[in-house]
């Protein structure tokens, strides 16, 4: 036996054994398991979200719910499993939410569920009265994740159709949950009738309807002549009336019948 | 028709009630209204609050202390033409104000020259009808006034819908129609002759003998120190309710019920002044003393019951010294003076009405509550019955009267006014 291919052989297998990936390695990135997307329906059943943390090398300090970026309250807990019930859910509940994981010395981590619901029109004007010449605004507020997409119809012949911009006088903004339809220079042929705003995702549809209302200038001017027209024969029966009872009678002015007493006298 | 008659007491009297009537509605009616306005012109011009409520402020200013040119116009030409001529200018305020385009435009269309239209016509209309009347002076007086309460609970929802229907200045420009009818009203004036008609004069002199006339000056600091107290429940009612734990609902329903028993006090004072015995001062200082007294327990009441019976007494016994206060004039100064007395008296105590609130309102800011508001209302409703009962005449059992008919007011053409100077 020679004393020079043992030491080899040992350095070999150290070299193998360093090439290895080492125990800590496979342990770097924590994992989580989610309870996956959910949407809400029609009737709303409770909804559970659920975070499981299964493996982590560091120490857990904290964790905590986020809707849309914001943590919710009350719900930070020291636990690697996480849930979030909502027991009514509505449209407003919906969002991007985060299960975030806080750990000792180590980047925190999160995982993401989406809960999806039907758009729901919060906040619209139910009618619009303005003057011929004045600008009209329309609005449509909604809840719902994702956000919408806006369409505004106006109603002709008992049908919704979409609303061609013709004479340049219409400019609608569109934001995430938001949508806002302007009418400039009203005019009093064309404009006025039921306009609709539609927000659709990729769950459902919803619409709520405003009625634009466009008064004249001289609206008032008909029933203001009428008026003036009867005050004016009131008053001609009424003097009429007077003369033809006393014809003789000058009435007016005390004084001429202050001297028609002391002529008496 | 005699010239130089006595009062009708009925007869084309009646249709002097109803333009009467339907004067008060279309004056106070519509300046009680207008707060309607006041949103729509807060949001029109983008000024605050307390600039547009001057509109109003200027207008009744207006109307009060210009009274006594009405009055002055009236005994020059008559109370038609004056009416008539006032009826023009109040609806050509509102005409000119539905082309505002700032608020200064609105100070002066609505404030100056519907106001002065308005000083020309309710102070002549309301001397007019005391001189149609001597035996059933204050009924028609109650019937009149109830105008101003009707006109409050129809206009204000007439307008809020006119409002959504026309925008404001077709608005303004109905309520310029509507404001026009005073010129029908005041056609409505036929003149009368009455028998002290010569011997009162022309304006200077009227209001040169009222001036020095003892009791008139008295009537007219009694009638001031009543109006300091008589209008603060109806601007501060519902803020102390407020402060008790009312709800907005229940107390503006409370201060329909004030405006109820309101109108049914004026009728049933504006009856019995008529039937009871004696001058009508003891009436009115009846009134005058129970409106103070029940002003005065407000800030005692706590409970709800309390309250809504201490409301329509209020209603009652304010309402009822309304036409009493207006139809004792005639007693004092005689009907040849009528219309100056009305236009002075109105001025004067206009004072007292524009005193009265802000100085409520500065003891509540002083105090905290509204106790001292209310206890100084009554307080000066008190001092006001006292003043009255230094009137001449007060504690005798009838009216002194020369000869002839017994009815109020002076009794024959040998001068009055030699006979009211002499009681000094």
Redesign the interface.
Same mark, same amino acid.
Not at chain 1, 253 to 262: F, I, R, S, W
Not at chain 2, 115 to 126: R, Y
């Given at each position: 036996m020679s004393g020079s291919t043992l030491p080899s052989a040992l350095v070999i297998s150290l070299l193998l054994v360093s090439l290895l990936p080492g125990p800590g390695a496979a342990q770097n990135e924590p994992s989580i398991v989610t309870s996956g997307e959910v949407t809400i329906g029609d009737p709303a059943l409770p909804i559970t979200l659920q975070c499981n943390l299964t493996s982590s090398s560091h120490i857990l300090t904290y964790s905590y719910w986020t809707k849309n970026g914001i943590e919710l309250t009350a719900t930070r807990k020291n636990a690697s499993n996480m849930e979030y019930r909502i027991s009514k859910p509505r449209a407003e509940d919906s969002g991007e939410y985060h299960c975030v994981y806080h750990f000792h010395s180590a980047p925190k981590a999160n995982a993401t569920i989406e809960v999806k619901a039907a758009p729901a029109i919060t906040g619209h004007k139910r009618s619009e009265?303005k003057?011929e010449g004045q600008d009209a605004m329309m609005y449509c507020k909604s809840v719902g994740y994702p956000h919408p997409e806006w369409v505004w119809r106006r109603k002709e012949n008992g049908l919704f159709m979409d609303i061609a911009n013709n004479s340049g006088r219409f400019f609608i903004i569109n934001k995430e949950n938001y949508t806002e339809l302007s009418i400039m220079n009203l005019q009093i042929t064309e404009d006025p009738g039921v306009y609709q705003c539609n927000a659709t995702n990729s769950v459902g549809t919803h619409s709520e309807v405003t009625i634009l209302r466009v008064?004249s200038h001289l609206?008032?001017?008909w029933?203001?002549l009428g /008026?003036?027209a009867e /005050?004016i024969i009131? @008053?001609v029966i /009424? @003097?009429v009336y007077?003369k033809r009872k006393?014809p003789d009678?000058v009435?007016?002015?005390?004084?001429e019948?202050?001297l028609?007493?002391?002529s008496?006298r | 028709?005699a =010239?130089?008659s006595e009062p009708p007491d009925g007869g084309w009297g009646w249709m002097v009630v109803l333009s009467a009537f339907f004067q008060s509605a279309l004056v106070f009616g519509v300046l009680r209204s207008f707060s309607v306005f006041f949103v729509e012109f807060v949001a029109a011009f983008g000024e605050p609050a307390a600039r547009v409520s001057w509109i109003a402020s200027i207008g009744i200013a207006v109307q009060q202390f210009g009274s006594p040119v009405g009055s002055a116009l009236s005994?020059?030409?008559?109370p =038609?033409?004056v009416v008539m001529a006032g009826g023009v200018l109040a609806a050509l305020g509102m005409l000119l104000a539905s082309f505002a385009t700032s608020l200064t435009h609105l100070y002066l269309s609505i404030g100056l020259l519907s106001g002065s239209g308005w000083a020309l016509t309710f102070t002549p209309t309301l001397a007019c009808l005391s001189r149609y009347f001597s035996r059933l002076r204050s009924l028609a007086m109650g019937l009149a006034l109830t105008g101003v309460g009707l006109s409050s609970f129809a206009f204000a929802p007439l307008f809020q819908w006119l409002l959504?229907?026309? !925008?404001w =200045?077709?608005?303004l420009?109905?309520v310029?129609?509507?404001s026009?009818?005073l010129? !029908?009203c005041g !056609?409505?004036l =036929?003149?009368l002759?009455l028998t002290e008609?010569?011997a009162a004069g022309?304006p200077g002199a009227q209001l040169a003998s009222l001036l020095h006339h003892g009791p008139f000056l008295r009537y007219t600091v009694a009638l001031t120190l009543i109006n300091t107290g008589y209008f603060i429940p109806y601007v501060h009612l519902v803020a102390h309710l407020r402060d008790l734990g009312w709800d907005p609902l229940p107390a503006a329903f409370l201060l329909s019920v004030i405006a109820v028993s309101d109108l049914v006090g004026r009728v049933v004072s504006g009856w019995l002044g008529d039937v009871a015995p004696g001058p009508v001062a003891r009436l009115l200082v009846l009134w005058t003393t129970l409106t103070g007294v029940s002003l005065a327990l407000f800030p005692v009441a706590q409970a709800p019951t309390a309250l809504v019976a201490l409301a329509v007494a209020y209603g009652f016994t304010s309402g009822a010294l309304t036409p009493v206060a207006f139809s004792m004039l005639p007693e004092l100064v005689g009907t040849g003076r009528i219309y100056c007395g009305l236009g002075l008296v109105q001025m004067v105590e206009s004072i007292g009405g524009l005193l009265g609130a802000p100085l409520s309102g500065y003891l509540r800011d002083v105090t905290g509550n509204y106790t001292a508001s209310f206890v100084v209302a009554g307080v000066f409703l008190l001092a006001g019955s006292g003043v009255l009962i230094t009137l001449p005449h007060f504690f005798c059992v009838s009216v002194p009267q020369a000869s002839g008919p017994r009815h109020r007011g002076t009794g024959s053409p040998s001068p009055p006014a030699k006979e009211e100077l002499g009681e000094d």
């Amino acid at each position: 036996m020679s004393g020079s291919t043992l030491p080899s052989a040992l350095v070999i297998s150290l070299l193998l054994v360093s090439l290895l990936p080492g125990p800590g390695a496979a342990q770097n990135e924590p994992s989580i398991v989610t309870s996956g997307e959910v949407t809400i329906g029609d009737p709303a059943l409770p909804i559970t979200l659920q975070c499981n943390l299964t493996s982590s090398s560091h120490i857990l300090t904290y964790s905590y719910w986020t809707k849309n970026g914001i943590e919710l309250t009350a719900t930070r807990k020291n636990a690697s499993n996480m849930e979030y019930r909502i027991s009514k859910p509505r449209a407003e509940d919906s969002g991007e939410y985060h299960c975030v994981y806080h750990f000792h010395s180590a980047p925190k981590a999160n995982a993401t569920i989406e809960v999806k619901a039907a758009p729901a029109i919060t906040g619209h004007k139910r009618s619009e009265n303005k003057n011929e010449g004045q600008d009209a605004m329309m609005y449509c507020k909604s809840v719902g994740y994702p956000h919408p997409e806006w369409v505004w119809r106006r109603k002709e012949n008992g049908l919704f159709m979409d609303i061609a911009n013709n004479s340049g006088r219409f400019f609608i903004i569109n934001k995430e949950n938001y949508t806002e339809l302007s009418i400039m220079n009203l005019q009093i042929t064309e404009d006025p009738g039921v306009y609709q705003c539609n927000a659709t995702n990729s769950v459902g549809t919803h619409s709520e309807v405003t009625i634009l209302r466009v008064r004249s200038h001289l609206a008032p001017l008909w029933p203001f002549l009428g /008026i003036l027209a009867e /005050i004016i024969i009131l @008053v001609v029966i /009424i @003097v009429v009336y007077e003369k033809r009872k006393r014809p003789d009678e000058v009435p007016d002015a005390p004084k001429e019948n202050q001297l028609y007493q002391q002529s008496q006298r | 028709m005699a =010239r130089g008659s006595e009062p009708p007491d009925g007869g084309w009297g009646w249709m002097v009630v109803l333009s009467a009537f339907f004067q008060s509605a279309l004056v106070f009616g519509v300046l009680r209204s207008f707060s309607v306005f006041f949103v729509e012109f807060v949001a029109a011009f983008g000024e605050p609050a307390a600039r547009v409520s001057w509109i109003a402020s200027i207008g009744i200013a207006v109307q009060q202390f210009g009274s006594p040119v009405g009055s002055a116009l009236s005994t020059k030409f008559g109370p =038609r033409p004056v009416v008539m001529a006032g009826g023009v200018l109040a609806a050509l305020g509102m005409l000119l104000a539905s082309f505002a385009t700032s608020l200064t435009h609105l100070y002066l269309s609505i404030g100056l020259l519907s106001g002065s239209g308005w000083a020309l016509t309710f102070t002549p209309t309301l001397a007019c009808l005391s001189r149609y009347f001597s035996r059933l002076r204050s009924l028609a007086m109650g019937l009149a006034l109830t105008g101003v309460g009707l006109s409050s609970f129809a206009f204000a929802p007439l307008f809020q819908w006119l409002l959504s229907y026309y !925008a404001w =200045r077709g608005t303004l420009l109905l309520v310029s129609a509507i404001s026009l009818h005073l010129v !029908a009203c005041g !056609a409505l004036l =036929r003149p009368l002759s009455l028998t002290e008609d010569p011997a009162a004069g022309g304006p200077g002199a009227q209001l040169a003998s009222l001036l020095h006339h003892g009791p008139f000056l008295r009537y007219t600091v009694a009638l001031t120190l009543i109006n300091t107290g008589y209008f603060i429940p109806y601007v501060h009612l519902v803020a102390h309710l407020r402060d008790l734990g009312w709800d907005p609902l229940p107390a503006a329903f409370l201060l329909s019920v004030i405006a109820v028993s309101d109108l049914v006090g004026r009728v049933v004072s504006g009856w019995l002044g008529d039937v009871a015995p004696g001058p009508v001062a003891r009436l009115l200082v009846l009134w005058t003393t129970l409106t103070g007294v029940s002003l005065a327990l407000f800030p005692v009441a706590q409970a709800p019951t309390a309250l809504v019976a201490l409301a329509v007494a209020y209603g009652f016994t304010s309402g009822a010294l309304t036409p009493v206060a207006f139809s004792m004039l005639p007693e004092l100064v005689g009907t040849g003076r009528i219309y100056c007395g009305l236009g002075l008296v109105q001025m004067v105590e206009s004072i007292g009405g524009l005193l009265g609130a802000p100085l409520s309102g500065y003891l509540r800011d002083v105090t905290g509550n509204y106790t001292a508001s209310f206890v100084v209302a009554g307080v000066f409703l008190l001092a006001g019955s006292g003043v009255l009962i230094t009137l001449p005449h007060f504690f005798c059992v009838s009216v002194p009267q020369a000869s002839g008919p017994r009815h109020r007011g002076t009794g024959s053409p040998s001068p009055p006014a030699k006979e009211e100077l002499g009681e000094d």
